[in-house]
């Protein structure tokens, strides 16, 4: 701070002018280094995944730029705007910062003054009297009331500047103003600003999550919409894998989301209520609270969404989760919390929650019952949680909640996942089931290779005829097994071509088990080994000679029109 000018008047107790300057770096330089660290990141990465880059994927790609742009436009005036002075005369107030056009404001036009905490910073607020016209009133403030953001300003800079802003206008006002937000008053917010001034778990969890989704993308995924087949890839989950014992999926799809829309407006809403959330409960509890609500969410889903598709829930069962405590704090502390929440805060929340809200009402969209119990879990979490507000309650109860919160966590989670139905839908059947289909083709192959040759050694008279029948049900027979195990397992979709030489391999196969498995006899009268229900031997034969010429005319037909297999 700086006197440019003092009365020469030796009663006068205010300087006739008084100039403050700005101490700090503006934040908004820190976030304009972000942006263009992403747009350059953007710009990488499209070079080196040029060939999995639809034509949708690279119009997103340039409308991201052109916003970016945009963006580093209006943080670059906004930088400009933070390193503006704030003068005070014995006329008003002035500053370049002031949101709107007019940037100086009368003491007699003004009723009072107040600094409130906005998202990381401070800032001041006027109240101006009825019928006073103002320019203020952006999305940015609080109120249609003029503001100056004092984020760039030390915490005793700031103090010095609302105090001088009282007592010009207690001299201009005399007995009329009232000190709104005392230091005493403000002190709890302080404190809860002043533990975590950068929420760097929010922070880590959008960089893991951003940058799992680009690996992915960078490895052949499609950018805008997944195929599920990538989605259960890379650990979306569904009650089918869950139930043959991949549980490990209920966590891992909490990491991964459906397109890099659905990932943005994700982090959106993470940055918007993680940050704030983050401070109140502090870094561990906070991570507890996000993990525990988005393995709840994901084993509500088991009994919902995940039936019949890959369920990705990305970080939005968790930021509902964040929500839902964030819920309960404002709740509890409903005179402070809410200073905590500027509009840029609400702004993100507000989007995030009206994209959630529409998503849901889409066939295979978002899963609201995935939601509502994250949300739930979100609440219970933060019930049984302390906030910071009160550091010496915070530090004896922590230990005991935190502990009580994770076990009731789990439980919950693990309950709502054992009850879930049998899943509706095998999901991973389109994708394994075509290539166990080829394992069966190839295990089918080798097992009449086998059979040729053993067949051949008994005509050299390198095999005798005992040895070979007891070959057939020792080696042969497991050798089909193992072919129908592998076309018990392959799959296609009945307009599939292939689903018909699916159920002839088959067939043909099941023929092949059940004779070579038939037990032999030597028969009496000629010393012949024979089998032991010939009849039935007989048949079997026939069928098989039917079912491998049924088989040849399918595998000929699909040959000849190879564009109906790839359908």
Same mark, same amino acid.
């Given at each position: 701070?700086?006197? +440019?000018?003092?009365?020469?008047?030796?009663?006068?107790? &205010?300087?006739?002018?008084?100039?403050?300057?700005?101490?700090?770096?503006?934040?908004?330089?820190?976030?304009?280094?972000?942006?263009?660290?992403?747009?350059?990141?953007?710009?990488?990465?499209?070079?080196?995944?040029?060939?999995?880059?639809?034509?949708?994927?690279?119009?997103?790609?340039?409308?991201?730029?052109?916003?970016?742009?945009?963006?580093?436009?209006?943080?670059?005036?906004?930088?400009?705007?933070?390193?503006? $002075?704030?003068?005070?005369?014995? +006329?008003?107030?002035?500053?370049?910062?002031?949101?709107?056009?007019?940037?100086?404001?009368?003491?007699?036009?003004?009723?009072?003054?107040?600094?409130?905490?906005?998202?990381?910073?401070?800032?001041?607020?006027?109240?101006?009297?009825?019928?006073?016209?103002?320019?203020?009133?952006?999305?940015?403030?609080?109120?249609?009331? $003029?503001?100056?953001?004092?984020?760039?300003?030390?915490?005793?800079?700031?103090?010095?500047?609302?105090?001088?802003?009282?007592?010009?206008?207690? &001299?201009?006002?005399?007995?009329?103003?009232?000190?709104?937000? @005392?230091?005493?008053?403000?002190?709890?917010?302080?404190?809860?600003? /002043?533990?975590?001034?950068?929420?760097?778990?929010?922070?880590?969890?959008?960089?893991?999550?951003?940058?799992?989704?680009?690996?992915?993308?960078?490895?052949?995924?499609?950018?805008?919409?997944? @195929?599920?087949?990538?989605?259960?890839?890379?650990?979306?989950?569904?009650? @089918?894998?869950? &139930?043959?014992?991949?549980?490990?999926?209920?966590?891992?799809?909490?990491?991964?989301? #459906?397109?890099?829309?659905?990932?943005?407006?994700?982090?959106?809403?993470?940055?918007?209520?993680?940050?704030?959330?983050?401070?109140?409960?502090?870094?561990r509890p906070f991570l507890m609270?996000?993990?525990?609500?988005?393995?709840?969410?994901?084993?509500?889903?088991?009994?919902?969404? /995940?039936?019949?598709?890959?369920?990705?829930?990305?970080?939005?069962?968790?930021?509902?989760?964040?929500?839902?405590?964030?819920?309960?704090?404002?709740?509890?502390?409903?005179?402070?919390?809410?200073?905590?929440?500027?509009?840029?805060?609400?702004?993100?929340?507000?989007?995030?929650?009206?994209?959630?809200?529409?998503?849901?009402?889409? $066939?295979?969209?978002?899963?609201?019952?995935?939601?509502?119990?994250?949300?739930?879990?979100?609440?219970?979490? /933060?019930?049984?949680?302390?906030?910071?507000?009160?550091?010496?309650?915070?530090?004896?109860?922590?230990?005991?909640?935190?502990?009580?919160?994770?076990?009731?966590?789990?439980?919950?989670?693990?309950?709502?996942?054992?009850?879930?139905?049998?899943?509706?839908?095998?999901?991973?059947?389109?994708?394994?089931?075509?290539?166990?289909?080829?394992?069966?083709?190839?295990?089918?192959? &080798? /097992?009449?290779?086998?059979?040729?040759?053993m067949q051949e050694q008994v005509?050299?008279?390198?095999?005798?005829?005992?040895?070979?029948?007891?070959?057939?049900?020792?080696?042969?027979? $497991?050798?089909?097994?193992?072919?129908?195990?592998?076309?018990?397992?392959?799959?296609?979709?009945?307009?599939?071509?292939?689903?018909?030489?699916?159920?002839?391999?088959r067939h043909l196969t099941e023929?092949?088990?059940?004779?070579?498995?038939?037990?032999?006899?030597? @028969?009496?009268?000629?010393?012949?080994?024979?089998?032991?229900?010939?009849?039935?031997?007989?048949?079997?034969?026939?069928?098989?000679?039917?079912?491998?010429?049924? +088989?040849?005319?399918?595998?000929?037909?699909?040959?000849?029109?190879?564009?109906?297999? #790839?359908?």
């Open positions: 701070m700086g006197s +440019k000018r003092m009365m020469n008047d030796a009663v006068a107790t &205010q300087p006739l002018e008084e100039l403050f300057r700005p101490s700090l770096k503006s934040p908004w330089i820190r976030i304009g280094i972000g942006v263009g660290a992403l747009s350059v990141m953007v710009v990488v990465f499209a070079l080196l995944t040029t060939a999995v880059w639809s034509a949708r994927a690279w119009a997103m790609m340039s409308v991201l730029l052109i916003v970016s742009g945009a963006l580093g436009y209006a943080i670059r005036r906004q930088i400009k705007i933070d390193k503006c $002075p704030v003068l005070l005369t014995t +006329k008003g107030i002035e500053s370049l910062s002031f949101c709107g056009a007019k940037k100086n404001y009368r003491w007699q036009d003004i009723a009072n003054a107040w600094i409130v905490p906005v998202g990381n910073g401070h800032a001041l607020h006027l109240e101006l009297l009825p019928g006073v016209p103002t320019t203020a009133g952006t999305w940015l403030s609080r109120r249609s009331q $003029p503001f100056i953001a004092l984020s760039t300003f030390s915490a005793t800079e700031r103090d010095l500047i609302f105090d001088a802003v009282i007592q010009h206008l207690r &001299q201009t006002h005399p007995g009329e103003i009232v000190v709104n937000h @005392s230091p005493q008053e403000r002190e709890p917010l302080e404190q809860v600003i /002043a533990r975590a001034p950068r929420p760097w778990v929010t922070y880590a969890l959008i960089l893991i999550n951003v940058v799992l989704s680009l690996f992915m993308v960078y490895q052949g995924a499609d950018a805008l919409r997944p @195929s599920d087949e990538w989605l259960l890839r890379w650990g979306g989950h569904a009650a @089918s894998e869950v &139930q043959r014992g991949q549980w490990w999926r209920v966590m891992t799809a909490t990491f991964v989301h #459906n397109g890099l829309v659905h990932l943005a407006i994700t982090m959106l809403g993470l940055w918007s209520i993680g940050r704030v959330a983050e401070r109140i409960y502090g870094y609270i996000y993990l525990g609500a988005a393995i709840a969410g994901s084993a509500f889903a088991l009994h919902f969404s /995940a039936q019949k598709m890959v369920f990705v829930g990305g970080a939005s069962c968790a930021v509902f989760g964040l929500a839902g405590a964030l819920m309960v704090a404002v709740y509890q502390n409903r005179e402070i919390l809410p200073k905590l929440l500027g509009k840029p805060e609400l702004a993100g929340m507000g989007i995030f929650a009206l994209y959630a809200l529409v998503q849901g009402f889409r $066939p295979g969209g978002i899963d609201h019952g995935a939601h509502v119990g994250a949300l739930v879990t979100g609440a219970i979490l /933060a019930a049984l949680l302390p906030e910071r507000f009160d550091m010496r309650q915070y530090e004896k109860t922590i230990q005991v909640r935190s502990a009580t919160g994770i076990a009731g966590a789990l439980v919950l989670s693990v309950v709502v996942a054992f009850l879930a139905p049998s899943a509706a839908t095998d999901v991973s059947r389109p994708f394994t089931g075509p290539a166990a289909f080829d394992k069966g083709v190839k295990s089918f192959a &080798q /097992a009449s290779r086998l059979m040729q040759e005509k050299a008279g390198n095999m005798t005829d005992s040895e070979f029948d007891a070959k057939t049900r020792s080696v042969l027979a $497991p050798a089909f097994r193992q072919t129908l195990v592998h076309y018990d397992q392959a799959w296609f979709a009945p307009t599939d071509p292939r689903h018909e030489l699916l159920l002839a391999s023929l092949m088990v059940e004779l070579l498995a038939m037990e032999s006899v030597v @028969s009496e009268a000629n010393s012949i080994i024979v089998p032991v229900d010939p009849i039935r031997a007989t048949l079997l034969n026939a069928d098989i000679r039917a079912a491998a010429e049924h +088989k040849q005319e399918i595998e000929d037909r699909l040959n000849a029109a190879p564009p109906a297999i #790839n359908k």
